[in-house]
């Protein structure tokens, strides 16, 4: 008998499978799959033959509408960009950049902000993002004030949060999920760089007898905007890219002509966004300028935000749309399975 169901979570060589009726299936995968160059990746919809009461083997891999590699997750429908409003502290810019990076990433997907921690201190951002496309939450995963609305955005969707660390990710989805094991690290753990978030698995929420699937990933301490260009930095900022400006492709950084000559244009624009906007195109302008990512690491930190004085990676991610070569696939396959045992 053949099943189709969605893989909640990889551990070692097994595949959990969820079928239709929300029965978990351990599973194998055909060694076929993986000659064709087919990673499976949690997210996935997949179709299963049973071969016992619980288990079965992955005898094909359904169409995927999107994926990204680090951590390897398929088919996301939305991204909540999750902050705190203290420890650790709010910070504008670093928010921006992991806008900006998650937009140029799932250009098509919906993305959104929640701000966590408003039992420990209120924050406002409304104002700051008007026009920017990206809705806010203010919620509290301790008191679980503001969960109804959120929990209301995330039903019949495969939602990734993505944060800093400490900034309470699992926190909310184990007061979404209240039944899952999950793990909440200490915050002395998290000043010590620690992550606590490692595998990566979906984890089914209820909410009005609907389900949505959360995916908790450890926070990026690291990420830099090389794959980005200055044009393309600038689609990610939408109340920027929707002035009509005189030029094609300009910028809005001081060229003569430009329509933020004109003071009340500029002034629409909330500062803070403007302000992380330009100083993303002078890190993208100088890694430009020193042409290979090691040495543009020392000049773009720049002393700006938590990648102070670190070193910045760019997770690799990549589109289904993208094609590639099987050979490349299973090049990349080998590089993955090197990449995910850091998850588990
Ligand atoms: N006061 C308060 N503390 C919270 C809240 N949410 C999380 N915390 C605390 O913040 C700390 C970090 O929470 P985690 O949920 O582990 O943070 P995380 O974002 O998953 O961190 P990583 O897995 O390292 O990326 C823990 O000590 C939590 O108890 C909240 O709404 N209010
Ligand atoms: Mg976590
Ligand atoms: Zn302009």
């Known amino acids: 008998m053949k099943l189709k169901g969605k893989i909640t979570k990889i551990l070692a060589n097994f595949y959990y499978v969820q079928d239709m009726e929300n029965k978990t299936w351990q599973c194998f995968s055909r060694n076929r799959l993986l000659k064709e160059g087919k990673l499976l990746f949690v997210g996935d919809e997949v179709e299963i033959e049973i071969s ?14 999107n994926k990204i590699i680090k951590p390897p997750i398929a088919n996301i429908d939305q991204v909540l960009v999750v902050f705190s409003t203290c420890e650790p502290d709010f910070d504008f810019y670093n928010l921006d950049r992991y ?36 809705q806010i939450f203010y919620v509290s995963a301790l ?20 944060g800093p660390s400490g900034v309470g990710k699992s926190s909310l989805i184990k007061a979404l999920a209240p039944d ?19 595998n990566v698995q979906l984890i089914s929420i209820k909410y009005n007898n609907e389900q949505g699937f959360l995916v908790d990933t450890p926070g990026f301490t690291q990420f830099s905007f090389a794959a980005l260009n200055p044009n393309k930095l600038l ?8 002035l009509s400006c005189s030029f094609n492709n300009c910028l809005h950084n001081g060229e003569t002509g430009c329509v933020l000559e004109d003071l009340n244009k500029l002034k629409s624009i909330p500062e803070s966004r403007f302000e992380s906007y330009i100083n993303m195109l002078e890190e993208l302008k100088s890694e430009i300028a020193y042409g290979t990512k090691e040495e543009s690491k020392i000049k773009s930190t720049g002393g700006r935000d938590e990648g102070k004085g670190k ?24 590089k993955l399975e090197t990449e995910t045992e850091n998850y588990e």
Do not use: M, W
């Not at 959104?112 to 039992?119: E, G, P, Q, R, S």
């Not at 969960?147 to 209301?152: A, Q, R």
């Not at 899952?180 to 490692?198: F, N, P, V, W, Y």
């Open 143 to 162: 008191t679980k004030e503001g969960l109804n609305d959120l929990s209301l955005e995330l039903v019949n969707k495969t939602t990734v949060l993505t």
């Open 180 to 198: 899952e094991d999950i793990k909440i690290g200490s915050l002395s753990a998290i000043k010590q760089g620690k992550h606590i978030t490692r």
């Open 99 to 134: 806008l900006s990076y998650v937009s140029y990433e799932l250009p098509d997907e919906k993305i959104a902000v929640c701000i966590n921690k408003i039992d420990l201190k209120k924050l406002d951002i409304t104002e700051n993002y008007k026009n920017s496309g990206f």
């Open 311 to 334: 070193k910045r990676n760019i997770p690799k991610i990549d589109q289904e749309t993208r094609s590639k070569s099987r050979k490349k696939e299973k090049q990349e396959l080998l």
């Open 235 to 242: 689609a990610t900022f939408k109340e920027l890219d929707r």
């Open 52 to 65: 016992s009461p619980s288990q079965g083997v992955i005898v094909d891999l359904l169409n995927r509408k």
